[in-house]
């Protein structure tokens, strides 16, 4: 089991592939999938589905290049479809590229298996309307997408954010997770729950 990290796309957006055996989940694929594509040819693991923790356009700018290289099905959650009418969603802004159009198939909050690991999918709205956690516990890790970064957190300044609702999310749901869970997100160094605890300013107070 374990996690590999690629930085792609205009915004070096973190890109996960997570691999347990011969079976691997990629998750936010913000940009041209070539070094992701390469991996799985290289190593033999074959591809189960694709992920995404939201979508802005710089998690979602290769989905449609990897779905179509690998026949694979893109998850999403229902709940952020709306921003695909907005510039941060289907691409456009500031001269960033526009997404190529996908289907994805609605994915929410749950417990449950993939690749062989168990998977509590958790609902963290705040950055995005259907922002979503994905928390693997044999891994003691959490893809957070642009929920929460190392001593800070995500933006609520775009369209359908929302500052209280961040901060709850990620109090109700990450700060209930074990202290010494690893957090991925979407930019930047992973993290911990019990170091953003103990030391990320916006939360200030709350202690393991």
């Known amino acids: ?3 590999k990290i690629f930085p792609l796309g205009p915004l070096e957006t973190n890109c996960f592939v997570i691999v347990n055996e011969n079976k691997a989940l990629v ?7 070539t070094p992701v594509l390469s991996y799985l040819k290289k190593t033999g693991v074959e591809l189960d589905r694709i992920l995404n923790t939201h979508l802005h356009f710089d998690h979602i700018l290769g989905n449609r290049a990897l779905a179509d290289a690998t026949g694979k099905s893109i998850y999403a959650s229902n709940d952020d479809l709306v921003l695909m009418d907005t510039q941060v969603g289907r691409g456009g802004l500031m001269g960033f590229p526009e997404v190529p159009h ?3 198939e609605h994915i929410g909050e749950g417990e449950t298996e993939l690749i062989g690991l168990e998977c509590n999918i958790y609902s963290t709205p705040g ?5 979503l956690t994905f928390h693997f516990p044999a891994l003691k890790s959490a893809i957070v997408g642009d929920l929460i970064f190392r001593r800070s957190i995500g933006r609520t300044d775009f369209p359908y954010g929302d500052t209280e609702q961040l901060l709850n999310s990620v109090k109700e749901k990450i700060f209930t997770l074990p202290a010494e869970t690893e957090l991925f997100a979407g930019h930047g160094p992973s993290t911990s ?3 953003e605890m103990n030391h990320n300013p916006y939360f200030s107070g ?3």
């Open 127 to 131: 950055h995005t309307p259907g922002s």
């Open 206 to 208: 709350v202690h393991i």
């Open 102 to 104: 996908f289907e994805s």
């Open 1 to 3: 089991m374990e996690i």
């Open 193 to 195: 729950v019990g170091d």
């Open 27 to 33: 998750i936010d694929p913000g940009g041209d999938p």
